[in-house]
């Protein structure tokens, strides 16, 4: 591939940085709730589990980011979404189209789960399809393959 940098391309590659920190602090608190043994997540996962330390000690921190996460999980749609219309999409290299299908796939799952006017049975299926651990397992997957691709 032609390596031509822009102003744009710059701009681009400083919000996929920053798109992937935001990645890393949502899925920090999915990482966290699965080793304190909190949340369906955690039951669904390890059923008979019991955390060596006591969860209580991160209650305040869980809240935190339960309460931040949908303003994070915005940001980072945003962000990431930013990243690909400046990067651009090489079609060509198939993990990028799947990580923006994803993306896009968290984003409009979450907005279901947040938005007042969901109807009941569509949140609730929302809420099963967002909170696949899997879905951003795959993201982080396809992005990292797609990125050494198109650095070769």
Do not use: C
């Not at 920190?21 to 899925?27: A, M, P, S, T, V």
């Not at 000690?57 to 940001?75: A, E, P, Q």
């Not at 980072?76 to 079609?91: D, K």
Request: proline content about 5%; cysteine-free.
């Amino acid at each position: 591939m032609e390596d031509s940098e822009t102003f744009l391309s710059e701009v681009g590659e400083s919000f996929g940085e920053i798109g992937l920190w935001l990645l890393l602090f949502i899925y920090l608190r999915t990482l966290l709730k699965l080793l304190l043994g909190k949340g369906p997540i955690a039951k669904r996962v390890l059923p008979e589990y019991s955390p060596p330390i006591d969860p209580k000690l991160f209650n305040k921190l869980i809240h935190f980011l339960d309460r931040t996460h949908i303003y994070f999980g915005v940001s980072a749609v945003a962000i990431i979404l930013l990243h690909i219309a400046l990067m651009g999409i090489p079609m060509q290299i198939l993990f990028f189209p799947a990580v923006l299908v994803l993306v896009i796939w968290q984003g409009v799952f979450g907005l279901f789960i947040s938005w007042r006017y969901t109807p009941k049975e569509l949140k609730k299926l929302s809420y099963l399809v967002h909170a696949q651990l899997f879905t951003g397992i795959m993201i982080g997957i396809f992005a990292y393959l797609g990125h050494l691709l198109i650095d070769d």
